[in-house]
C-alpha cells in the first residue's frame, strides 16, 4: 500500500458533488457525499448490537448514575428492520439509530449497543469486501480525512490518501495513524465509491445495479437503496417519520 502525498486524484469527488448551502440549509443528502456518476445508491447500515448485560429493555442511557460503569456483553446482531417493526417505525430511507434515540426523548435504550460512527465495524468491512472485489479489476484509492486522523501532525493537515490492492483496506483499518475504515475508497476506473462520514454510523455507496444487488443478497449486510436526494442528516429521522413528529419529538 502506498501512501500518497498528491491528493490529485481524490479531486474529482470534490468536483461532482454537491456543496452543502448552508445559507439556505435543507439538510445533508447523498448528493453532497457521492459523486454524480452513478445509477444507484445505498445506505449501507452499520449494526446494532444486544448487551446481554441489561435485561430491561425500557432502561434508558439517560438513567445511568454519572459515573457508574455499565456492563457490557455483546450479544447477537440487530437489524434497524427489526427495530422499526418493534418500534412501530417507517423503515425508511432516513431511517437510522437517531431514529431511536428520538423515540425515546433524545436517549437510547441500554440494551442496544448503537452502531459505531466515522467507521465500518471490522465485520461490516469483510463482508463488503468480496462483494467490491468481484467488480475490480484495477487498483484503488483510500482517502482518510483529518477528523479520521488518530492525531493530527502538520505534514497529514488534509488527512490520508493511499493507493494499492483492494485487499490492502484491511492493513489499513489496524493502520494506527488513523480510525478504522476509511473515510471515502473508490477504484481507478471510478465504477464505485464508498463513503462513511465521521458523523453517520452507515455508510454511503454509489455504483452499478448489480453491485447493489450483489451487496443487498449478503445475509448479514442490511442495504438500504436510496435516491440522491435522500437526507442523511439525523434531523431527516423526524422530519419524515410520521410517528415521531405525532409523539412531538424536536
Same mark, same amino acid.
Given at each position: 500500500?502506498?501512501?500518497? !502525498?498528491?491528493?490529485?486524484? /481524490?479531486?474529482?469527488?470534490?468536483?461532482? !458533488?454537491?456543496?452543502?448551502?448552508?445559507?439556505?440549509?435543507?439538510?445533508? =443528502?447523498?448528493?453532497?457525499?457521492?459523486?454524480? =456518476?452513478?445509477?444507484?445508491?445505498?445506505?449501507?447500515?452499520?449494526? /446494532?448490537? =444486544?448487551?446481554?448485560?441489561?435485561?430491561? @429493555?425500557?432502561?434508558?442511557?439517560?438513567?445511568?448514575?454519572?459515573?457508574?460503569?455499565?456492563?457490557?456483553? !455483546?450479544? @447477537?446482531?440487530?437489524?434497524?428492520?427489526?427495530?422499526?417493526?418493534?418500534?412501530?417505525?417507517?423503515?425508511?430511507?432516513?431511517?437510522?439509530?437517531?431514529?431511536?434515540?428520538?423515540?425515546?426523548?433524545?436517549?437510547? $435504550?441500554?440494551? *442496544?449497543?448503537?452502531?459505531?460512527?466515522?467507521?465500518?465495524?471490522?465485520?461490516?468491512?469483510?463482508?463488503?469486501?468480496?462483494?467490491?472485489?468481484?467488480?475490480?479489476?484495477?487498483?484503488?484509492?483510500?482517502?482518510?480525512?483529518?477528523? &479520521? &486522523?488518530?492525531?493530527?501532525? @502538520?505534514?497529514?493537515?488534509?488527512?490520508?490518501? /493511499?493507493?494499492?490492492?483492494?485487499?490492502?483496506?484491511?492493513?489499513?483499518?489496524?493502520? =494506527?495513524?488513523?480510525?478504522?475504515? $476509511?473515510?471515502?475508497?473508490?477504484?481507478?476506473?471510478?465504477?464505485?465509491?464508498?463513503? !462513511?462520514?465521521?458523523? *453517520?454510523?452507515?455508510?454511503? /455507496?454509489?455504483?452499478?445495479?448489480?453491485?447493489?444487488?450483489?451487496?443487498?443478497?449478503?445475509?448479514?449486510?442490511?442495504?438500504? @437503496?436510496?435516491?440522491?436526494?435522500?437526507?442523511?442528516?439525523?434531523? &431527516?429521522?423526524?422530519?419524515?417519520?410520521?410517528?415521531?413528529?405525532?409523539?412531538?419529538?424536536?
Amino acid at each position: 500500500m502506498k501512501k500518497l !502525498t498528491d491528493f490529485a486524484p /481524490f479531486q474529482w469527488i470534490a468536483a461532482e !458533488t454537491e456543496p452543502v448551502d448552508f445559507d439556505n440549509w435543507n439538510g445533508s =443528502r447523498i448528493l453532497n457525499f457521492i459523486p454524480n =456518476r452513478f445509477s444507484y445508491y445505498c445506505k449501507i447500515m452499520h449494526p /446494532f448490537y =444486544r448487551n446481554l448485560k441489561v435485561l430491561d @429493555e425500557k432502561l434508558l442511557w439517560s438513567e445511568c448514575v454519572p459515573g457508574e460503569d455499565i456492563e457490557v456483553e !455483546t450479544g @447477537e446482531r440487530i437489524w434497524f428492520k427489526d427495530l422499526a417493526l418493534k418500534y412501530n417505525l417507517q423503515y425508511t430511507k432516513e431511517i437510522s439509530s437517531h431514529s431511536i434515540v428520538h423515540l425515546h426523548g433524545g436517549s437510547g $435504550p441500554q440494551y *442496544l449497543l448503537f452502531p459505531h460512527e466515522g467507521t465500518m465495524d471490522k465485520e461490516t468491512l469483510e463482508e463488503i469486501l468480496p462483494v467490491i472485489k468481484s467488480f475490480t479489476m484495477d487498483s484503488c484509492y483510500f482517502q482518510y480525512s483529518l477528523l &479520521a &486522523a488518530a492525531f493530527y501532525n @502538520e505534514p497529514h493537515g488534509d488527512g490520508y490518501l /493511499f493507493y494499492g490492492d483492494l485487499d490492502g483496506v484491511l492493513n489499513l483499518y489496524e493502520n =494506527r495513524e488513523h480510525i478504522g475504515s $476509511p473515510s471515502y475508497w473508490w477504484n481507478e476506473n471510478r465504477d464505485w465509491c464508498l463513503y !462513511t462520514d465521521h458523523d *453517520l454510523d452507515f455508510s454511503l /455507496f454509489g455504483g452499478s445495479k448489480r453491485m447493489l444487488n450483489t451487496l443487498k443478497a449478503s445475509d448479514f449486510l442490511e442495504v438500504i @437503496e436510496v435516491d440522491r436526494d435522500t437526507r442523511v442528516d439525523y434531523k &431527516a429521522d423526524v422530519i419524515n417519520h410520521p410517528f415521531l413528529k405525532k409523539k412531538g419529538r424536536p
